[in-house]
């Protein structure tokens, strides 16, 4: 059982900054690109940011520049920094991770998904 769990949210005023991180548990074999989603009140689950296990990275382009992602291959974690908060940044944030598990033999390539932590931006 693959888990991923995050960390990180709260509450912080316009401005301000955030570090979201997110760790993989779990039995698995690999784990290929990892990321940073959002929902919205009233929105769509949108990408935020995505890396790749060498680090190659890109954006959505309404947080290039305030917004950083970076992974520790090591401690399996993903994390979002996030300066100049807006309050439309004021979403659940949810990590997600394509992950390759071997059982008995065979791999299975599947996608995860936190359960999501509460970032809230206020004006």
């Known amino acids: 059982q693959v888990q991923l769990v995050e960390s990180g949210g709260g509450l912080v005023q316009a401005g301000g900054s955030l570090r979201l991180s997110c760790v993989a548990s779990g039995r698995f074999s690999s784990i290929s690109a990892m990321g940073w989603y959002r929902q919205g009140p009233g929105k769509q689950r949108e990408l935020v940011a995505r890396?790749?296990?060498?680090?190659?990275?890109n954006y959505a382009d309404s947080v290039k520049g305030r917004f950083t992602i970076s992974r520790d291959n090591g401690k399996r974690t993903v994390y979002l920094q996030m300066n100049s908060l807006k309050p439309e940044d004021t979403a659940v944030y949810y990590c997600?991770?394509?992950?390759?598990?071997?059982?008995?033999?065979?791999?299975?390539?599947?996608?995860?998904w936190g359960q999501g932590t509460q970032v809230t931006v206020s004006s």
């Open positions: 890396i790749t296990p060498i680090g190659s990275a």
């Open positions: 997600n991770a394509g992950v390759t598990v071997i059982d008995r033999g065979s791999s299975r390539f599947s996608e995860y």
